[in-house]
């Protein structure tokens, strides 16, 4: 954040973590961690820290790229997918 910030330029982040934190396989398999509640639990506290790494500063945050292609492949609405959100932390 802050040498682009040095440099003039607006960071982007992509944040990819959710296939190899599920430990499971690509595609519908991974889709199965957001029902996790422990997996949920790790990966929000891991997203939080990127939130708060950018703090009020402007960036381009790239979220899980291939996980909505398989949500959309698999299942065409994101609101079909069970995730434990509320579960994993409530006040998130």
Known sequence: M???RARGQLPLITDYQQLLGSRLGEGEQ????LNNP???RRYLADWRFVV?????AQA???IEPDLWG???FF???ARRI???VDSANATD
């Not at 991974?30 to 961690?33: E, F, H, R, V």
């Open 2 to 4: 802050s040498r682009a």
């Open 52 to 56: 708060q790494q950018v703090g009020g």
């Open 38 to 40: 422990s997996f949920m």
């Open 60 to 62: 381009l945050l790239h």
């Open 82 to 84: 069970p995730a434990q």
């Open 30 to 33: 991974q889709l199965s961690a």
């Open 70 to 72: 398989y949500v959309q």
């Open 75 to 77: 299942h065409g609405d």
